[in-house]
């Protein structure tokens, strides 16, 4: 069994989503979920799906020694990022070479960046007048939302679309594919 470890900072519903798709599977398993954010909704969805949760703070997380070794010490194979917005230290990288990966809810190489996520990147999707917007899945290097794209799906943006429509878009691809994308990246490192 595969242990998946996913680290978000807000509401969650990528990690919850994601943890009931590998509910029924004898491959891999949702076993820890790392909010950087005491206040994360995506703690109480912890709790509800009965996954321990760790709560870490921005300089510990940076340091990076102490969440490796707890990760070590569960066996964790894989990392998710769902919606967590700390850059990535490169400890943790060379600790889980090539095992880390992060879905950002634009077209990259469009809307990427230090400071582009979640409602910020649909404002600015809206704002160029973009007609299609969509999710990439890609693995994570040491500079933001630069490392090798593993899939892009695209959805329309319609001239009448506000942000909040392209979020909701958006968000249906991310349910729908991310966690399938999550079990053929594992499925590569066999
Ligand atoms: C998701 O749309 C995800 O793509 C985005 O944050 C949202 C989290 O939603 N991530 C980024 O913007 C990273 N740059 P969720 O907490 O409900 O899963």
């Known amino acids: 069994m595969k242990n998946i470890a996913i680290f978000a900072s807000g509401s969650g519903s990528n990690a919850e989503n994601i943890a009931n798709y590998f509910a029924g599977s004898d491959y891999a398993q949702v076993s820890l979920i790392v909010a950087n954010n005491p206040n994360a909704y995506v703690l109480e969805r912890a709790r509800k799906l009965n996954i321990e949760a760790l709560t870490i703070t921005k300089a510990e997380f940076m340091a990076a020694d102490t ?3 707890e990760l070590k010490s569960r066996n ?4 998710v990022l769902a919606g967590f917005l700390l850059l990535v230290p490169e400890k943790l990288i060379e600790a889980y070479p090539g095992r880390i990966v ?3 809810p634009a077209l990259l190489p469009k809307h990427g960046g230090k400071g582009m996520y979640g409602d910020r990147v649909h404002q600015a999707v809206v704002a160029a007048g973009d007609t299609e917007s969509g999710i990439t899945i890609h ?3 040491a500079d933001y939302d630069k490392g090798t794209t593993f899939f892009q799906a695209t959805c329309p943006v319609l001239p009448t679309d506000t942000p909040d429509d392209v979020a909701t878009k958006v968000h249906a691809l991310e349910y729908k594919h991310f966690p399938h994308v999550i079990e053929e990246i594992l499925h590569t490192l066999d």
Do not use: G
């Not at 964790?76 to 990392?79: G, L």
């Open 67 to 69: 969440l490796i070794a």
């Open 76 to 79: 964790i194979d894989f990392i």
């Open 102 to 104: 992060n879905i950002h």
């Open 139 to 141: 693995l994570i290097d």
